[in-house]
């Protein structure tokens, strides 16, 4: 089993920066690829930013492209999020999750991969 706590979020304004963190335990997170996903009130649950387990592959959601990071820090069991340039569309619960070393990394942009989620943190930009 593994645990996912994120932190980080809070309320900021647009053009700010956040960064997101995501503290594992249970289990060593070098062996998982691990994604952030995002869901804002009405909407599904949607795709962020995925990263490998050894930090050296990541995809990204146009949306977030150029102005989101995501990296991870083995050592730590930790991954982060990155937020820069934010917008208010960018108002969200964050939700971290993991995936198992095993997964097809073309399908890490879709909820169903992934094994083990947070709780979620509360992202909220002001125009």
């Known amino acids: 089993q593994v645990q996912l706590v994120e932190s980080g979020g809070g309320l900021v304004q647009a053009g700010g920066s956040l960064r997101l963190s995501c503290a594992a335990s249970?289990?060593?997170?070098?062996?998982?690829?691990m994604g952030w996903f995002r869901q804002a009130p009405g909407k599904e649950r949607e795709f962020v930013a995925v990263v490998n387990w050894s930090g050296g592959r990541t995809v990204y959601a146009d949306s977030v492209k150029g102005r989101f990071t995501i990296s991870r820090d083995n050592a730590k069991n930790t991954v982060y999020l990155q937020m820069n340039s934010l917008k208010p569309e960018d108002t969200a619960v964050y939700y971290c999750?993991?995936?198992?070393?095993?997964?097809?990394?073309?399908?890490?942009?879709?909820?169903?991969?992934?094994?083990?989620w947070g709780q979620g943190t509360q992202v909220t930009v002001s125009s």
């Open positions: 249970g289990r060593t997170l070098s062996s998982y690829h």
């Open positions: 999750a993991a995936a198992g070393g095993g997964s097809r990394w073309s399908y890490l942009t879709q909820p169903h991969e992934y094994n083990y």
